[in-house]
């Protein structure tokens, strides 16, 4: 009884924790991918999609769902490391979905957390 009254009450914090992603946002979609939002809209109450253009290649829509996708907004310094290394995100991809290996991205990230913080200095 009270575990079931446990999880609602987790259930409905969780809608709490999705991040909140609305148009004119980036945010990295579940290809790894910048996505500029031009759409937000509800899934019920427990979820809202996103449709947007990716700022690596173009490519849209590009459709999410908030709670099922892993998506998270980005800090637009983080925004512009990806653009200034664009070429090296999409090799990265094609070596991702060629081997289903998320490695492919562990240089690019770490680079990239070194560039947000000296931009934040
Ligand atoms: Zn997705």
Redesign the pocket.
Known sequence: MFKRIASRIEGALSFLRLPRIRAGDVYE???YHPVLCTEAWREGWWDWNLAGVSLLDGSQPR???AR??G?RKMDPREVAFRLKRREAWLAAEQVWRATEDHEAYRDLRKESDQFVQSLSK
Request: proline content about 0%; charged content about 10%; glycine content about 0%.
């Open positions: 979609d579940c290809a459709c999410c769902s099922y996708c998506v």
